[in-house]
Protein backbone atom coordinates (compact mmCIF):
# COMPACT_ATOMS: atom_id res chain seq x y z
CA UNK A 1 0.00 0.00 0.00
CA UNK A 2 1.42 3.34 -0.87
CA UNK A 3 1.85 5.87 1.82
CA UNK A 4 2.18 9.24 2.02
CA UNK A 5 3.84 12.36 4.07
CA UNK A 6 2.03 16.54 4.40
CA UNK A 7 4.56 19.14 5.60
CA UNK A 8 3.36 22.14 6.68
CA UNK A 9 4.62 25.87 6.54
CA UNK A 10 3.18 28.75 8.13
CA UNK A 11 0.23 29.81 9.54
CA UNK A 12 -2.81 27.86 11.66
CA UNK A 13 -5.05 27.61 8.06
CA UNK A 14 -1.93 26.30 6.39
CA UNK A 15 -2.08 23.78 9.23
CA UNK A 16 -5.82 22.99 9.24
CA UNK A 17 -5.36 22.88 5.45
CA UNK A 18 -2.60 19.80 6.02
CA UNK A 19 -4.76 18.28 8.17
CA UNK A 20 -7.81 17.67 5.75
CA UNK A 21 -5.06 16.92 2.66
CA UNK A 22 -4.24 14.06 5.00
CA UNK A 23 -7.29 12.95 5.43
CA UNK A 24 -7.95 12.82 1.65
CA UNK A 25 -5.56 10.70 1.19
CA UNK A 26 -6.59 8.29 4.11
CA UNK A 27 -9.97 8.14 2.25
CA UNK A 28 -7.93 6.78 -0.17
CA UNK A 29 -6.30 3.89 2.06
CA UNK A 30 -3.13 5.24 2.06
CA UNK A 31 -1.10 4.94 5.43
CA UNK A 32 1.37 8.30 6.87
CA UNK A 33 4.62 7.66 6.51
CA UNK A 34 6.33 9.09 9.56
CA UNK A 35 9.08 11.17 7.47
CA UNK A 36 9.42 12.01 3.94
CA UNK A 37 12.60 10.01 3.47
CA UNK A 38 10.01 7.25 4.12
CA UNK A 39 7.17 8.26 2.02
CA UNK A 40 6.13 7.51 -1.66
CA UNK A 41 4.17 10.84 -1.96
CA UNK A 42 5.46 14.12 0.02
CA UNK A 43 3.61 16.57 0.00
CA UNK A 44 4.77 20.34 0.61
CA UNK A 45 1.69 22.64 1.84
CA UNK A 46 3.52 25.99 1.17
CA UNK A 47 3.44 29.62 2.50
CA UNK A 48 4.34 32.85 0.91
CA UNK A 49 3.69 35.76 3.49
CA UNK A 50 6.94 36.54 3.70
CA UNK A 51 10.27 35.93 1.00
CA UNK A 52 11.60 33.85 3.54
CA UNK A 53 8.74 31.38 3.26
CA UNK A 54 9.18 30.94 -0.58
CA UNK A 55 12.53 30.19 0.45
CA UNK A 56 12.20 27.74 2.97
CA UNK A 57 9.96 25.92 0.47
CA UNK A 58 12.26 25.53 -1.84
CA UNK A 59 15.18 24.27 0.68
CA UNK A 60 12.52 21.88 1.76
CA UNK A 61 11.98 20.37 -2.11
CA UNK A 62 15.72 20.61 -2.97
CA UNK A 63 16.10 18.57 0.66
CA UNK A 64 13.53 15.79 -0.08
CA UNK A 65 14.47 16.07 -3.79
CA UNK A 66 17.73 14.77 -2.68
CA UNK A 67 17.08 12.32 0.11
CA UNK A 68 14.21 10.41 -1.22
CA UNK A 69 14.97 10.81 -4.88
CA UNK A 70 12.02 7.69 -6.03
CA UNK A 71 8.93 9.91 -4.24
CA UNK A 72 6.61 11.85 -5.69
CA UNK A 73 6.47 15.36 -4.99
CA UNK A 74 3.54 17.67 -4.57
CA UNK A 75 3.68 21.34 -3.75
CA UNK A 76 0.50 22.96 -2.62
CA UNK A 77 -0.39 26.18 -0.64
CA UNK A 78 -0.02 29.75 -1.49
CA UNK A 79 3.48 29.82 -2.71
CA UNK A 80 2.04 26.54 -5.16
CA UNK A 81 -0.76 29.38 -5.78
CA UNK A 82 1.06 32.28 -6.32
CA UNK A 83 4.19 31.08 -8.54
CA UNK A 84 3.09 27.71 -9.92
CA UNK A 85 5.57 28.17 -13.13
CA UNK A 86 8.42 29.00 -10.42
CA UNK A 87 7.34 26.37 -8.13
CA UNK A 88 7.04 23.78 -11.13
CA UNK A 89 10.96 24.29 -12.52
CA UNK A 90 12.43 23.14 -9.21
CA UNK A 91 14.30 19.50 -9.70
CA UNK A 92 11.66 16.81 -8.58
CA UNK A 93 8.25 18.17 -8.33
CA UNK A 94 6.12 16.65 -9.62
CA UNK A 95 2.78 18.45 -9.37
CA UNK A 96 2.09 21.70 -8.44
CA UNK A 97 -1.60 22.06 -7.17
CA UNK A 98 -2.74 25.32 -5.91
CA UNK A 99 -5.41 26.40 -2.94
CA UNK A 100 -7.48 26.46 -5.95
CA UNK A 101 -7.39 23.07 -6.75
CA UNK A 102 -6.11 22.17 -2.83
CA UNK A 103 -9.89 20.17 -1.86
CA UNK A 104 -9.23 17.68 -4.95
CA UNK A 105 -5.41 16.76 -4.11
CA UNK A 106 -5.57 13.63 -3.50
CA UNK A 107 -7.82 12.91 -6.37
CA UNK A 108 -5.24 14.29 -8.73
CA UNK A 109 -2.34 12.82 -7.14
CA UNK A 110 -4.03 9.19 -7.26
CA UNK A 111 -5.68 9.59 -10.70
CA UNK A 112 -1.77 10.26 -11.73
CA UNK A 113 -0.71 7.13 -10.14
CA UNK A 114 -3.92 5.07 -11.31
CA UNK A 115 -5.11 6.75 -14.89
CA UNK A 116 -8.62 4.78 -14.59
CA UNK A 117 -9.13 5.89 -11.05
CA UNK A 118 -11.30 8.58 -11.49
CA UNK A 119 -12.52 7.90 -14.56
CA UNK A 120 -16.10 6.43 -13.78
CA UNK A 121 -16.49 9.22 -11.48
CA UNK A 122 -18.48 12.30 -13.11
CA UNK A 123 -17.57 14.64 -10.04
CA UNK A 124 -13.76 14.77 -10.80
CA UNK A 125 -14.41 15.88 -14.22
CA UNK A 126 -12.69 19.01 -15.48
CA UNK A 127 -10.14 18.80 -13.17
CA UNK A 128 -6.88 19.03 -15.46
CA UNK A 129 -3.90 20.49 -16.14
CA UNK A 130 -3.39 24.26 -16.91
CA UNK A 131 -0.88 23.11 -19.41
CA UNK A 132 -0.10 27.07 -20.27
CA UNK A 133 1.50 27.28 -17.33
CA UNK A 134 3.39 24.17 -17.17
CA UNK A 135 7.18 25.19 -18.23
CA UNK A 136 8.34 22.52 -21.18
CA UNK A 137 11.06 21.72 -18.96
CA UNK A 138 9.64 20.87 -15.85
CA UNK A 139 7.55 18.06 -16.04
CA UNK A 140 5.61 18.66 -13.30
CA UNK A 141 1.66 19.01 -13.77
CA UNK A 142 -0.03 22.14 -12.60
CA UNK A 143 -3.28 22.52 -11.32
CA UNK A 144 -4.05 26.42 -10.71
CA UNK A 145 -6.88 28.38 -11.12
CA UNK A 146 -7.56 32.08 -10.43
CA UNK A 147 -11.34 31.81 -9.62
CA UNK A 148 -12.04 30.45 -6.40
CA UNK A 149 -15.67 31.07 -6.17
CA UNK A 150 -15.97 27.28 -6.48
CA UNK A 151 -13.51 26.05 -3.94
CA UNK A 152 -14.58 24.00 -1.17
CA UNK A 153 -13.27 24.92 2.14
CA UNK A 154 -11.28 22.35 3.72
CA UNK A 155 -12.37 21.37 7.09
CA UNK A 156 -10.60 18.60 9.54
CA UNK A 157 -8.88 19.48 12.48
CA UNK A 158 -4.76 19.63 12.86
CA UNK A 159 -3.30 18.29 16.01
CA UNK A 160 0.98 19.10 16.26
CA UNK A 161 3.00 17.24 18.62
CA UNK A 162 2.03 18.79 21.63
CA UNK A 163 -1.07 19.65 21.57
CA UNK A 164 -2.14 15.94 20.11
CA UNK A 165 -4.95 14.66 22.09
CA UNK A 166 -5.69 18.09 23.78
CA UNK A 167 -6.53 21.19 21.53
CA UNK A 168 -7.58 20.50 18.27
CA UNK A 169 -7.49 23.55 16.11
CA UNK A 170 -10.22 23.84 13.25
CA UNK A 171 -10.14 26.17 10.61
CA UNK A 172 -13.85 27.47 10.11
CA UNK A 173 -13.08 30.74 7.61
CA UNK A 174 -10.81 30.79 4.71
CA UNK A 175 -9.64 33.73 2.34
CA UNK A 176 -9.90 37.56 2.96
CA UNK A 177 -12.36 40.32 1.46
CA UNK A 178 -9.67 42.99 2.83
CA UNK A 179 -6.96 44.45 0.22
CA UNK A 180 -3.89 45.19 2.55
CA UNK A 181 -1.51 46.84 0.48
CA UNK A 182 1.16 44.31 1.77
CA UNK A 183 -0.70 41.58 1.59
CA UNK A 184 -1.22 38.73 -1.04
CA UNK A 185 -3.19 36.35 1.00
CA UNK A 186 -6.25 37.55 -0.51
CA UNK A 187 -4.76 37.00 -3.90
CA UNK A 188 -3.90 33.21 -3.19
CA UNK A 189 -6.77 32.14 -1.09
CA UNK A 190 -9.38 33.86 -2.79
CA UNK A 191 -12.63 35.78 -1.31
CA UNK A 192 -13.92 34.80 2.52
CA UNK A 193 -15.47 31.52 2.76
CA UNK A 194 -17.25 30.43 5.79
CA UNK A 195 -17.83 26.98 6.70
CA UNK A 196 -21.56 26.23 7.04
CA UNK A 197 -22.71 26.02 10.89
CA UNK A 198 -23.81 22.73 11.14
CA UNK A 199 -20.67 21.44 9.55
CA UNK A 200 -18.67 23.53 12.61
CA UNK A 201 -21.05 21.85 14.84
CA UNK A 202 -20.74 18.67 13.84
CA UNK A 203 -16.88 18.84 13.73
CA UNK A 204 -16.95 19.84 17.35
CA UNK A 205 -19.13 17.58 18.67
CA UNK A 206 -17.44 14.79 16.84
CA UNK A 207 -14.34 16.04 18.79
CA UNK A 208 -16.26 16.31 22.09
CA UNK A 209 -17.05 12.82 21.65
CA UNK A 210 -13.69 11.69 21.02
CA UNK A 211 -12.25 13.02 24.30
CA UNK A 212 -11.52 16.32 23.75
CA UNK A 213 -11.57 19.64 25.71
CA UNK A 214 -10.65 22.28 24.01
CA UNK A 215 -10.81 22.86 20.44
CA UNK A 216 -9.49 26.36 18.65
CA UNK A 217 -10.88 27.73 15.73
CA UNK A 218 -8.99 30.17 13.21
CA UNK A 219 -9.34 31.32 9.73
CA UNK A 220 -7.81 33.73 7.47
CA UNK A 221 -9.98 36.57 8.57
CA UNK A 222 -12.16 34.33 11.23
CA UNK A 223 -14.38 37.58 12.77
CA UNK A 224 -15.53 37.64 9.11
CA UNK A 225 -17.45 34.32 9.53
CA UNK A 226 -21.01 33.73 8.74
CA UNK A 227 -20.99 37.23 6.00
CA UNK A 228 -21.24 34.69 2.97
CA UNK A 229 -23.51 32.08 3.72
CA UNK A 230 -26.80 32.10 2.48
CA UNK A 231 -30.16 33.34 4.74
CA UNK A 232 -31.11 29.21 4.67
CA UNK A 233 -27.80 28.12 6.27
CA UNK A 234 -27.86 30.73 8.96
CA UNK A 235 -28.50 29.87 12.20
CA UNK A 236 -31.64 31.61 13.80
CA UNK A 237 -30.67 32.52 17.49
CA UNK A 238 -32.76 30.98 20.43
CA UNK A 239 -33.62 28.41 17.94
CA UNK A 240 -32.77 25.02 19.18
CA UNK A 241 -31.16 23.77 15.92
CA UNK A 242 -29.37 24.71 13.15
CA UNK A 243 -31.99 25.28 10.42
CA UNK A 244 -34.13 28.41 9.51
CA UNK A 245 -37.34 28.37 12.16
CA UNK A 246 -38.57 31.92 11.22
CA UNK A 247 -42.27 32.68 10.41
CA UNK A 248 -43.23 33.26 6.89
CA UNK A 249 -42.69 36.80 5.39
CA UNK A 250 -39.97 37.72 7.93
CA UNK A 251 -36.57 38.31 6.64
CA UNK A 252 -33.78 36.57 6.93
CA UNK A 253 -31.11 38.35 9.46
CA UNK A 254 -27.04 37.56 8.14
CA UNK A 255 -25.64 36.08 11.01
CA UNK A 256 -22.34 37.04 12.60
CA UNK A 257 -19.15 35.91 14.15
CA UNK A 258 -21.26 36.13 17.73
CA UNK A 259 -24.00 33.83 16.41
CA UNK A 260 -21.36 30.80 16.14
CA UNK A 261 -19.95 31.53 19.47
CA UNK A 262 -23.12 31.46 20.87
CA UNK A 263 -24.19 28.45 18.85
CA UNK A 264 -20.95 26.20 19.60
CA UNK A 265 -21.61 27.62 23.84
CA UNK A 266 -25.59 26.44 23.38
CA UNK A 267 -24.96 23.56 20.82
CA UNK A 268 -22.22 21.32 22.07
CA UNK A 269 -21.06 20.24 25.23
CA UNK A 270 -17.37 21.71 24.78
CA UNK A 271 -15.46 22.71 27.81
CA UNK A 272 -13.02 25.14 26.74
CA UNK A 273 -13.71 27.25 22.95
CA UNK A 274 -10.33 29.55 22.13
CA UNK A 275 -10.34 32.17 19.71
CA UNK A 276 -7.70 32.65 17.29
CA UNK A 277 -6.61 36.24 15.72
CA UNK A 278 -9.57 38.47 15.20
CA UNK A 279 -9.16 41.47 13.16
CA UNK A 280 -9.42 45.05 15.59
CA UNK A 281 -13.14 46.13 13.53
CA UNK A 282 -14.96 42.52 14.41
CA UNK A 283 -14.47 42.95 18.35
CA UNK A 284 -17.60 43.95 18.58
CA UNK A 285 -18.72 44.83 22.26
CA UNK A 286 -21.36 41.53 22.10
CA UNK A 287 -18.30 39.53 21.71
CA UNK A 288 -15.88 41.04 24.28
CA UNK A 289 -18.99 40.61 26.98
CA UNK A 290 -19.72 37.16 25.75
CA UNK A 291 -15.73 36.24 26.01
CA UNK A 292 -15.65 37.80 29.54
CA UNK A 293 -19.12 36.13 30.87
CA UNK A 294 -18.37 32.59 29.78
CA UNK A 295 -15.82 30.69 31.71
CA UNK A 296 -15.81 28.03 28.75
CA UNK A 297 -14.41 30.65 26.64
CA UNK A 298 -10.63 30.87 26.73
CA UNK A 299 -9.76 34.82 28.37
CA UNK A 300 -7.55 35.09 24.94
CA UNK A 301 -7.49 37.76 22.67
CA UNK A 302 -4.79 38.00 19.47
CA UNK A 303 -5.69 41.48 17.95
CA UNK A 304 -3.49 42.31 14.90
CA UNK A 305 -2.33 45.89 15.08
CA UNK A 306 0.68 46.48 12.33
CA UNK A 307 1.41 49.42 13.11
CA UNK A 308 0.49 52.39 15.80
CA UNK A 309 0.92 55.43 13.03
CA UNK A 310 -1.91 56.52 11.60
CA UNK A 311 -0.11 57.20 8.59
CA UNK A 312 1.18 53.87 8.68
CA UNK A 313 -2.30 52.42 8.91
CA UNK A 314 -3.67 54.46 6.09
CA UNK A 315 -0.79 53.36 3.49
CA UNK A 316 -1.69 49.83 4.54
CA UNK A 317 -5.23 50.02 3.89
CA UNK A 318 -5.88 49.30 7.28
CA UNK A 319 -9.87 49.73 8.41
CA UNK A 320 -8.89 51.45 11.63
CA UNK A 321 -7.04 54.22 13.14
CA UNK A 322 -4.83 53.93 16.43
CA UNK A 323 -7.37 55.61 18.40
CA UNK A 324 -9.95 52.84 17.35
CA UNK A 325 -7.50 50.35 18.26
CA UNK A 326 -6.79 51.49 21.42
CA UNK A 327 -10.58 51.70 22.58
CA UNK A 328 -10.62 48.12 21.67
CA UNK A 329 -8.04 46.78 23.83
CA UNK A 330 -8.94 49.23 26.85
CA UNK A 331 -12.44 47.55 26.56
CA UNK A 332 -10.72 44.10 25.90
CA UNK A 333 -8.70 44.40 29.44
CA UNK A 334 -11.43 46.38 31.18
CA UNK A 335 -13.42 43.82 30.64
CA UNK A 336 -10.60 40.76 31.26
CA UNK A 337 -8.16 41.88 33.98
CA UNK A 338 -6.17 38.58 33.72
CA UNK A 339 -6.78 38.27 29.69
CA UNK A 340 -3.95 37.37 27.46
CA UNK A 341 -3.31 39.78 25.23
CA UNK A 342 -1.20 39.84 22.14
CA UNK A 343 -0.83 41.07 18.40
CA UNK A 344 0.77 41.05 15.12
CA UNK A 345 3.03 44.01 14.64
CA UNK A 346 5.11 45.12 11.10
CA UNK A 347 8.33 46.64 10.88
CA UNK A 348 10.14 48.58 7.86
CA UNK A 349 6.72 48.95 6.09
CA UNK A 350 7.31 51.41 3.00
CA UNK A 351 7.59 55.27 4.13
CA UNK A 352 7.85 54.41 7.91
CA UNK A 353 10.02 56.86 9.31
CA UNK A 354 11.65 56.81 12.47
CA UNK A 355 8.88 58.90 14.35
CA UNK A 356 6.23 56.49 12.62
CA UNK A 357 8.01 53.45 14.54
CA UNK A 358 8.40 55.76 17.59
CA UNK A 359 4.27 56.07 17.72
CA UNK A 360 4.25 52.02 17.28
CA UNK A 361 6.56 51.84 20.15
CA UNK A 362 4.69 53.97 22.10
CA UNK A 363 1.52 52.62 21.92
CA UNK A 364 2.82 49.41 22.84
CA UNK A 365 4.71 50.37 25.42
CA UNK A 366 0.93 51.85 26.58
CA UNK A 367 -1.41 49.22 25.71
CA UNK A 368 -1.92 45.77 27.97
CA UNK A 369 -0.21 43.74 25.53
CA UNK A 370 1.38 40.08 27.08
CA UNK A 371 2.80 39.24 24.03
CA UNK A 372 3.69 40.58 20.35
CA UNK A 373 4.14 38.73 17.28
CA UNK A 374 6.61 41.14 15.38
CA UNK A 375 7.23 40.77 11.98
CA UNK A 376 9.96 42.79 9.61
CA UNK A 377 8.23 43.94 6.58
CA UNK A 378 9.06 41.64 3.63
CA UNK A 379 7.44 42.84 -0.41
CA UNK A 380 5.84 40.56 -1.78
CA UNK A 381 4.95 40.15 -5.94
CA UNK A 382 2.19 42.18 -7.27
CA UNK A 383 0.77 43.54 -4.05
CA UNK A 384 0.83 47.49 -4.13
CA UNK A 385 3.10 48.39 -0.88
CA UNK A 386 5.96 46.53 -3.34
CA UNK A 387 6.01 48.88 -5.39
CA UNK A 388 5.89 52.06 -3.24
CA UNK A 389 8.90 54.40 -2.78
CA UNK A 390 10.82 54.88 0.54
CA UNK A 391 11.37 51.03 1.37
CA UNK A 392 13.28 50.70 4.49
CA UNK A 393 17.00 49.87 5.06
CA UNK A 394 17.11 46.50 5.83
CA UNK A 395 19.34 47.03 8.68
CA UNK A 396 16.98 50.12 10.15
CA UNK A 397 13.82 47.31 9.68
CA UNK A 398 16.01 44.57 11.71
CA UNK A 399 16.56 47.34 14.66
CA UNK A 400 13.25 48.20 14.91
CA UNK A 401 12.11 44.58 15.04
CA UNK A 402 14.62 44.19 17.99
CA UNK A 403 13.66 46.71 19.90
CA UNK A 404 9.68 45.93 19.84
CA UNK A 405 10.93 41.93 20.13
CA UNK A 406 12.84 43.35 23.80
CA UNK A 407 9.83 45.38 24.67
CA UNK A 408 7.33 42.69 24.45
CA UNK A 409 9.45 39.88 26.56
CA UNK A 410 9.47 42.59 28.94
CA UNK A 411 5.74 42.89 28.69
CA UNK A 412 5.15 39.44 28.84
CA UNK A 413 7.21 38.76 31.99
CA UNK A 414 6.13 41.49 34.09
CA UNK A 415 2.79 40.03 33.29
CA UNK A 416 3.68 36.33 33.82
CA UNK A 417 5.06 37.63 37.46
CA UNK A 418 1.34 38.86 38.26
CA UNK A 419 0.49 35.47 38.89
CA UNK A 420 2.99 34.36 41.03
CA UNK A 421 1.44 33.27 44.74
CA UNK A 422 -2.17 32.63 42.69
CA UNK A 423 -3.81 29.72 41.58
CA UNK A 424 -4.35 29.58 37.85
CA UNK A 425 -6.76 27.01 35.45
CA UNK A 426 -4.74 25.15 32.61
CA UNK A 427 -5.00 22.04 30.19
CA UNK A 428 -1.92 19.58 30.20
CA UNK A 429 -0.41 18.88 26.63
CA UNK A 430 1.37 15.98 25.97
CA UNK A 431 4.70 16.80 26.41
CA UNK A 432 6.84 15.23 29.43
CA UNK A 433 10.77 16.26 29.97
CA UNK A 434 11.43 13.25 32.61
CA UNK A 435 11.17 16.25 34.97
CA UNK A 436 8.32 18.45 34.38
CA UNK A 437 4.71 18.31 32.44
CA UNK A 438 3.97 21.29 30.29
CA UNK A 439 0.30 22.93 30.27
CA UNK A 440 -1.29 26.02 28.67
CA UNK A 441 -3.21 28.31 30.75
CA UNK A 442 -6.48 29.31 30.08
CA UNK A 443 -5.29 32.89 29.18
CA UNK A 444 -2.36 31.29 26.92
CA UNK A 445 0.99 31.13 29.34
CA UNK A 446 3.56 28.58 29.07
CA UNK A 447 3.01 26.13 32.69
CA UNK A 448 5.34 23.92 34.07
CA UNK A 449 4.02 21.20 36.63
CA UNK A 450 6.52 19.18 38.81
CA UNK A 451 6.02 15.45 37.96
CA UNK A 452 4.19 13.49 35.25
CA UNK A 453 0.42 14.16 34.54
CA UNK A 454 -1.95 12.85 32.39
CA UNK A 455 -2.10 14.75 28.93
CA UNK A 456 -5.42 16.45 28.43
CA UNK A 457 -6.86 17.43 31.99
CA UNK A 458 -7.50 20.42 32.94
CA UNK A 459 -6.87 21.39 36.41
CA UNK A 460 -5.42 24.55 38.59
CA UNK A 461 -2.26 24.47 40.10
CA UNK A 462 -0.30 27.38 42.18
CA UNK A 463 2.55 29.16 40.71
CA UNK A 464 5.59 28.99 42.45
CA UNK A 465 7.69 31.10 40.12
CA UNK A 466 8.62 32.41 36.63
CA UNK A 467 11.35 30.47 35.18
CA UNK A 468 12.95 30.27 31.53
CA UNK A 469 9.61 31.77 29.91
CA UNK A 470 7.05 29.51 31.68
CA UNK A 471 5.41 29.53 34.95
CA UNK A 472 6.36 26.67 37.55
CA UNK A 473 3.84 25.15 39.92
CA UNK A 474 3.74 22.02 41.82
CA UNK A 475 0.59 22.32 43.80
CA UNK A 476 -1.99 20.98 41.63
CA UNK A 477 -5.96 20.45 42.28
CA UNK A 478 -7.60 18.41 39.55
CA UNK A 479 -11.37 20.20 37.89
Known amino acids: MANFYVENFGCRATQADGAAIARQFEDYGLARADAPARAEIVVLNSCTVTASADQDARAAIRRIHRENPGCQIVVTGCYAQRAPQEVASLAGVAHVIGNSHKHKL ?3 VIASRRPDALASDPTHAGFVPLSSLTLPEAGAEVFVSDIFAHTELLAAPVFDSANQRTRPNLKVQDGCDNRCSFCVIPSVRGQSRSLPLDRIL ?12 EVV ?5 LGRWGRDLLPTENWEPGTDNCSSSREPGIPARQVHFEDLIQAILSETSLEKLRLSSIEPMDWSDELIRMMAGSPRIAKHAHVPMQSGSDRVLRAMHRKYRPWHYREKLEKIRAAMPTAAIGADVMVG ?3 ESESDFEETRLMIEELPFTYLHVFTYSPRPGTPAAAMRNQVPV ?4 ERNRILRNLAAAKKLAFMRMFVGNMVEAITLNVFDGKFTEALTDNYLKLRLAGHHEPNRWLKARVEQVADGALLAAEVTRT
Open 349 to 351: FPG
Open 395 to 398: QAAR
Open 106 to 108: ADI
Open 217 to 221: ISGIN
Open 202 to 213: GEITALVNSGYR
